[in-house]
């Protein structure tokens, strides 16, 4: 199973970003997908997570600003990032919880996507 994040970049505040995180391999079902992020020493906290049937869940730094969404046929989840501000700025992960085609839940994480935002 892999996970393959991408969309993170230089952005000005205020602006906006889309990040993508794509799941392929041997997988048989996804149950939750989430977006965590990370900045140097600090621990790795959840921004969005969303389950297979669409409910979703927000940090308080995102509410509002960042909306989360999966297309399950592509096996994707989105993260839409608007009004971004300088302390959004972090390496974004994706993290999903699934079950293999062998009846194995796992959980994986995708490999990081900076996101900058400065002027």
């Known amino acids: 199973v892999q996970l393959q994040a991408s969309g993170g970049g230089l952005v000005q505040p205020g602006g906006s970003l889309r990040l993508s995180c794509a799941a392929s391999?041997?997988?048989?079902?996804?149950?939750?997908m989430d977006w965590y992020r990370q900045t140097p020493g600090k621990q790795r906290e959840l921004v969005a997570g969303i389950t297979y049937s669409g409910t979703t869940n927000y940090a308080d730094s995102a509410k509002g600003r960042f909306t989360i969404s999966r297309d399950n046929a592509k096996r994707t989840i989105y993260l839409q990032m608007d009004s971004l501000k300088p302390e959004d700025t972090a390496v974004y992960f994706c993290?999903?919880?699934?079950?293999?085609?062998?009846?194995?839940?796992?959980?994986?994480w995708g490999q990081g996507t900076q996101v900058t935002v400065s002027s």
């Open positions: 993290k999903t919880d699934l079950w293999t085609t062998n009846w194995a839940r796992e959980v994986h």
């Open positions: 391999g041997s997988i048989r079902s996804i149950n939750t």
